[in-house]
């Protein structure tokens, strides 16, 4: 299967982005994927880089320059700089050939095979993702953003995305005008606006399997006692994206936890081109 992997970064996340691509490719051997790397600053050695530490047969890297007209009418300040832009719409920036892309923030390893993920049925929803809250925090977030009755306030680090449905239904304008109403109250910017505007149209997936981090592991077996994962080995076979969100980041020498340990796992990639890393995780049983 192929399958399209979209990122927005810049140079300073080029190494945690090659750990991450090099989890893919170890944790799905028999896929093939191209890579979408939207960017405002990365250099021609930024991507060499790149280039030289993942397998060049099975990863195609493009670049796609966001140019600085690309979104010139759409509101900006301090706390919403163009690149709350990027993947809120992918859609009218990526190639028209594409139907689908799963979006990753650079700062995640993937752990088991992304399939049944990737290949879900998104019916007439523009995206599937995750929740990490849980019961006062989901309370206040549809509050704050007027969330329907029964929706999730998401983690928008890891979307699959209907391009299709997106290009043809997502109205642009409407994106600005909702920040200019809200402007002052979207402390998180993008994500507060996907689940601000689309929460009707967002199907959700479990984060114990598609967005696991520290947090959400302990509350999750805090709050679901039936469901309890308490081992890391437990988390190797069952989870496929394990998310470092936060400033808790497995590179900074007080990263508090266990999950590091499949970032530190895949670090030779970092060091030596052309090297993928001998880790093998477990198979997803979900």
């Not at 947090?215 to 989870?239: A, Q």
């Not at 895949?266 to 060091?271: A, G, K, N, P, T």
Request: hydrophobic share 40%; with cysteine; charged share 25%.
């Amino acid at each position: 299967m192929k399958m399209n992997i979209l990122v927005t970064l810049d140079s300073g996340y080029i190494k945690p982005l090659t750990v991450m691509l090099n989890s893919i490719a170890v944790s799905n051997p028999a896929n093939t994927f191209d890579i979408y790397v939207a960017h405002a600053s990365l250099t021609t050695e930024d991507f060499q880089y790149l280039a030289e530490r993942v397998p060049g047969d099975r990863i195609r890297i493009h670049s796609i320059p966001i140019a600085p007209q690309m979104f010139e009418d759409a509101p900006v300040d301090d706390r919403i700089p163009k690149a709350t832009y990027y993947r809120l719409l992918a859609a009218h920036f990526l190639p028209e050939t594409l139907d689908r892309v799963l979006y990753l923030d650079p700062d995640l390893v993937v752990i088991n095979p992304l399939n049944d993920f990737y290949s879900m049925n998104l019916d007439e929803k523009y995206f599937a993702a995750a929740s990490h809250q849980f019961n006062l925090m989901q309370w206040i977030n549809r509050v704050r953003l007027k969330l329907p009755r029964g929706a999730q306030y998401i983690n928008a680090g890891v979307m699959l995305m209907n391009l299709e449905l997106l290009r043809s239904e997502q109205d642009v304008h409407a994106i600005y005008d909702y920040i200019r109403i809200h402007r002052g109250h979207l402390p998180l910017k993008d994500q507060d606006i996907i689940n601000g505007m689309y929460a009707s149209k967002t199907a959700y997936v479990d984060a114990l399997y598609y967005n696991l981090d520290e947090t959400y592991w302990h509350n999750h077996n805090r709050f679901n006692r039936s469901r309890r994962v308490k081992t890391i080995d437990e988390i190797e076979k069952i989870t496929v994206i394990v998310h470092y969100c936060g400033k808790n980041k497995p590179w900074k020498e007080d990263y508090r936890g266990e999950l590091d340990r499949f970032y530190n796992s895949l670090l030779d990639c970092v060091e030596e081109p052309a090297v993928l890393p001998s880790r093998t995780f477990g198979t997803a049983a979900v």
